[in-house]
């Protein structure tokens, strides 16, 4: 099984201010790697797919980077909406998906 | 647009048996994979199971085979997620997500989740 490990579990950032999110692969998954957001009470919704490929609606502040077994997720300038959980999942190995355990984005 | 809708939650005690829904429109269902997901609470993402309903082609994750039954029913475009006897760890939010890109990789949209609760 590919392992995902994501850090830091929780990051404190200020509106406006960018925010970094890594997500380490246990073994190489190409550029097979999506994120996601999830709000509190929410579903998660598709942020980026194809390690850097933004989904449909999703702003430009958001975009994503890596490939192999290292990737991050950058919001350049923090909105209000933005404070929420973020996973990465790989699907390189079909159907075998693999979830990191998350990180935390809140508000400093 | 694609929309999945899913059942209401339910609060069952342990042994029971269970079926929950996932209600698809706005695409051709049998022609996508859909997975289910679950969250404990608290907790994140784990991937289930899919099921594409065009032949019920079903593939589960190894940490829930023999544990839950994914079926599809495309006469309503509707896939179903069901446990012949709950447990109180099977306490979560259960989300169905379309299986987009090629090959069905990555979930999008998700469903809205039902909650389950099971406690005697």
């Known amino acids: 099984e590919i392992v995902m490990t994501q850090s830091p579990a929780t990051v404190s950032v200020s509106p406006g201010e960018r925010a970094t999110l890594s997500c380490r692969a246990s073994?190489?998954?190409?550029?097979?790697l999506a994120w996601y957001q999830q709000r509190p009470g929410q579903a998660p919704r598709l942020l980026i797919y194809g390690a850097s490929s933004r989904a449909t609606g999703i702003p430009a502040r958001f975009s994503g980077g890596g490939s192999g077994t290292e990737f991050t997720l950058t919001i350049s300038s923090l909105q209000s909406e933005d404070f929420a959980v973020y996973y990465c999942q790989q699907y390189n190995n079909w159907p075998m998906y693999t979830f990191g355990q998350g990180t935390k984005l809140e508000i400093k | 647009e694609v929309q999945l809708v899913q059942s209401g939650a339910e609060v069952k005690k342990p042994g029971e048996s269970l079926k929950i829904s996932c209600k698809i429109s706005?695409?051709?269902?049998?022609?996508?994979?859909i997975g289910w997901v679950r969250q404990m609470p608290g907790k994140g993402l784990e991937w289930m199971g899919i099921i594409y309903p065009g032949d019920s082609n079903t593939r589960y994750s190894p940490s829930f085979q023999g544990q839950v039954t994914i079926s599809a029913d495309t006469s309503i475009s509707t896939t179903y997620l069901q446990w012949s006897g709950l447990r109180a760890s099977d306490t979560a939010i259960y989300y169905c997500?379309?299986?987009?890109?090629?090959?069905?990789?990555?979930?999008?949209?998700w469903g809205q989740g039902t909650l389950v609760t099971v406690s005697s």
């Open positions: 997500a379309k299986l987009s890109g090629p090959m069905g990789v990555w979930f999008d949209p």
């Open positions: 073994q190489s998954v190409s550029s097979s």
């Open positions: 706005g695409y051709t269902f049998a022609n996508y994979w």
